[in-house]
């Protein structure tokens, strides 16, 4: 696993599965998509077909469906700390680690209500890893 030291895993909070969409942007004008599959209060696990190099620094903007949280959408900014190759059936991409560094306490609280829901809607998905 490229980007990833040898000290095994360093999550320190829960991660909840997801499957929601993002757009995110690496250069001012040049949007591409993903999907995030994880999250946490720290960063995001993402999926891509589009190579995103590590130590890229990107705009993201993930979407939320309204029927499960009161907002639409969180945005912020990450880098990218770690990528792999993935492949699932009749898919094929690159599966990478985005460490949030900046977001606005209002995408701050939204990430958190939308954890808190996660949370809430099944305990069990959480893994403290």
């Known amino acids: 696993m490229e980007g990833l030291a040898p000290f095994g895993e360093r999550r320190q909070s829960d991660r909840f599965p997801v499957r929601l969409p993002l757009d995110y942007s690496e250069t001012p004008g040049v949007l591409r998509g993903a999907l995030v599959v994880h999250t946490s209060e720290a960063g995001l696990c993402i999926h891509s077909v589009h190579s995103i190099q590590i130590g890229a620094e990107l705009k993201i903007r993930v979407y939320v469906p309204k029927e499960e949280c009161s907002f639409d959408c969180i945005e ?3 880098k990218i700390i770690w990528r792999r190759l993935h492949q699932e059936t009749g898919w094929k991409g690159y599966q990478y680690g985005l460490y949030l560094t900046e977001m606005a306490s ?6 958190e209500q939308l954890l808190k829901f996660q949370q809430e809607g099944d ?3 959480a893994r403290r890893v």
């Open 76 to 78: 912020g900014s990450g």
């Open 106 to 111: 209002d995408d701050r609280e939204r990430l």
């Open 123 to 125: 305990p069990s998905i």
